[in-house]
């Protein structure tokens, strides 16, 4: 099956400076979104708040989080609120790390029991400053859910354990139905987006988990509207298929603060589906590729259509 064309004429825009004084354009209507309600969106902030449990999304501004709430979908995220990176995208904060709460794993259960989850997705906060990056809080917090929720399947969105030896083999035996790490944007703006990380890195933690267990789905995702074109999107899902990885999201980044990196541009729906074609094209067992499209965003049923794509692939041979 032939690749589709993604956007034919796409100019290459160059690296924007970060200007703290640029106010944030106006959303196209694709992007509005209806503001929280009460009801069950109000029981899970409650439960949250009783159990000292910090959300990514509450942190990171999350546009789907009224939505998602009122649904009882929460994205737990655990290792602390405080960053150890400052990512010019991300609406977390960046400072001194919180100390580990060692009653984090066993709370982060309880929320999951009480919500009664499907399907969870437990994501973290950069923690440069620990010798295994937090992985094995990661694997604590896995095991904890499977003791109280023993049919909820797990999804974990890791960081990227760089240069920490062993980390990613912590959250690997733990066995999270998929791992999940996100590239964020294309290679040629890690420097100004993201400078924390290297592209080539986050590439080998998707590999290595395949390699180590290849029945653990391997998810990845991007945002657009940074700065990049479509040639260099089309050259990440390429990458992430060489890695074998099964599922890519791709989103609409979206401004949080007058301090964060600019919005380079809003990309179209029927773009968004041009990616998903090619994504299909490439050989993703899944695409989620929307304006609003996140990492956790209707993660449990995107996860039963990701089961039931594979078990698919192996009838088909």
Known sequence: MPTPNLTKGAQRHPEKRRNPDKPQPRRPEWLRVKAPAAG?????????????????????????????????????MILGSICTRACAFCNVATGRPDLLDPHEP???????????????????????????????????????????????????????????????????????????????????????????ARYFHSLSVLADVKKMDPSIFTKSGIMVGLGEDDSEVSQV???????????????????????????????????????????????????ASTPLTRSSYHADADFAALRDARTAQLVAG
């Not at 409650?46 to 979908?73: D, F, S, Y």
């Not at 999804?155 to 980390?167: H, I, M, N, S």
Request: hydrophobic letters at 40%.
């Open 106 to 196: 066993e709370n982060v259960a309880r929320a999951v029991a009480t919500l009664g989850l499907a399907h969870v997705v437990i994501t973290s906060v950069d923690r440069d400053d620990l010798d295994d990056g937090g992985a094995r809080h990661f694997a604590e917090t896995i095991t904890a859910i499977r003791a109280q929720s023993p049919t909820t399947t797990i999804e974990v969105l890791t960081p990227d354990f760089l240069r920490k030896e062993g980390a990613v083999e912590i959250v690997v035996e733990a066995r999270p139905d998929v791992f999940n790490h996100n590239m964020e944007t294309v290679p040629r703006l890690y420097p100004s987006v993201r400078p924390g």
């Open 40 to 76: 069950a969106f109000t029981e899970t902030r409650k439960l949250m708040r009783e159990l000292n449990l910090v959300t990514v999304c509450e942190e990171a501004a999350c546009p789907n989080i009224g939505e998602c709430w009122a649904q009882k979908h929460a994205t737990m």
């Open 237 to 287: 899902m390429d990458d992430l298929r060489a890695a074998q990885v099964d599922f890519m999201t791709i989103g609409q980044y979206l401004q949080p603060t007058p301090k964060h990196a600019e919005v380079d541009r809003f990309v179209t729906p029927e773009q968004f589906t041009h990616y998903a074609d090619a994504g299909q094209a490439k050989g993703f067992l899944m695409m």
